[in-house]
T-cell receptor
Framework: SQKIEQNSEALNIQEGKTATLTCNYT??????LQWYRQDPGRGPVFLLL?????KEKRKERLKVTFDTTLKQSLFHITASQPADSATYLC?????????????FGAGTRLAVHP | DVKVTQSSRYLVKRTGEKVFLECVQD?????MFWYRQDPGLGLRLIYF???????EKGDIPEGYSVSREKKERFSLILESASTNQTSMYLC???????????FGQGTRLTVV
């Protein structure tokens, strides 16, 4: 069956450390993979997109890797801050039949402590 | 500033009622999506539309229908609301050829 798995338990880290979140998937072949941030009571907000032929993408303190052999993406936040505390969602971007469909994981809650 | 607007933040409806959730986007996007979000299950795709009057079933379409009469508006309809449809509903839009999705603020629907 098709699955997207993110760490279901919250990730607690100290301010200034690097947070690493994992997204694993099975029986999908996404063309792209996206990461979103969601704060309580709000809709997700786009952070980064990485294509299947890209190994790594960076944006300020964020870094995403995409390994299509392992079927895994890692999302890193360096020099983390309490303001980074949120739920982070990965989404597989499935392009077929001429249109795109985003399939989301359940998300991982990150808590950064001062 | 780009916007996806959902008609209500909170809604309480009775079992058996017909419920309309409205979503409007101002970005001229072709693609629009309806998701529901439940604790531990993440966002699950209900329906999506890639053009006016076009619709495709997502992963959990049962008990729902949609309408897209105009490009900017995508409505989700619960024909006869049931308590298991109590959830957070999120609308999103995106341009073709895989770009970021923009989400509305969500509608928390409670069916009693």
């Amino acid at each position: 069956s098709q699955k997207i798995e993110q760490n279901s338990e919250a990730l607690n880290i100290q301010e200034g450390k690097t947070a690493t979140l994992t997204c694993n998937y099975t029986n999908y072949s996404p063309a792209y993979l996206q990461w979103y941030r969601q704060d309580p009571g709000r809709g997700p907000v786009f952070l980064l997109l990485i294509r299947e032929n890209e190994k790594e993408k960076r944006k300020e303190r964020l870094k995403v890797t995409f390994d299509t052999t392992l079927k895994q993406s890692l999302f890193h936040i360096t020099a983390s801050q309490p303001a980074d505390s949120a739920t982070y969602l990965c989404a597989l971007d499935m392009f077929s039949g001429g249109y795109n469909k985003l399939i989301f994981g359940a998300g991982t809650r990150l808590a950064v402590h001062p | 500033d780009v916007k996806v607007t959902q008609s209500s933040r909170y809604l309480v409806k009775r079992t058996g009622e017909k419920v309309f959730l409205e979503c409007v986007q101002d970005m001229d996007h072709e693609n629009m999506f309806w998701y529901r979000q439940d604790p531990g299950l993440g966002l699950r795709l209900i329906y999506f539309s890639y053009d006016v009057k076009m619709k495709e079933k997502g992963d959990i379409p049962e008990g729902y229908s949609v309408s897209r009469e105009k490009k900017e508006r995508f409505s989700l309809i619960l024909e006869s609301a049931s308590t298991n449809q109590t959830s957070m509903y999120l609308c999103a839009s995106s341009a073709p050829q895989s770009t970021e999705a923009f989400f509305g603020q969500g509608t928390r629907l409670t069916v009693v």
